[in-house]
């Protein structure tokens, strides 16, 4: 099993930056593609970015593709989501994903994703 605990939002105005941290534990996930996705209130569940096992490919929802950066250390077992810019559109809660099957890429569906964290609220003021 793979736990995943998410930290870093808060309450941030337009403009300003925020950095997400995931750290994995009760097995090392170096082996799997990570993923962010972030979920508003009364919406759906939405990609964010992914990242390959390596931290070699990343992939970005064109939402945020400019703003965002996804990183990974695997000695760390901990994957980021450094967020600048923010806007009051990105105003969600934010999950981690682990994926540990060889499938497709990038990894853009909610069922592509085996395990998640409990989420960390990020709101973005006008």
């Known amino acids: 099993q793979v736990q995943l605990v998410e930290s870093g939002g808060g309450l941030v105005q337009a403009g300003g930056s925020l950095r997400l941290s995931c750290a994995a534990s009760g097995r090392s996930v170096s082996s799997y593609a990570m993923g962010w996705f972030r979920q508003a209130p009364g919406k759906e569940r939405e990609f964010v970015a992914c990242?390959?096992?390596?931290?070699?490919?990343?992939y970005y929802a064109d939402s945020v593709k400019g703003r965002f950066t996804i990183s990974r250390d695997n000695a760390k077992n901990t994957v980021y989501l450094q967020m600048n810019s923010l806007k009051p559109e990105d105003t969600a809660v934010y999950y981690c994903?682990?994926?540990?099957?060889?499938?497709?890429?990038?990894?853009?569906?909610?069922?592509?994703?085996?395990?998640w964290g409990q989420g960390t609220q990020v709101t973005v003021s006008s």
């Open positions: 990242i390959s096992w390596s931290g070699g490919y990343v």
């Open positions: 994903a682990a994926s540990s099957g060889a499938t497709t890429w990038p990894r853009l569906g909610v069922h592509e994703y085996d395990y």
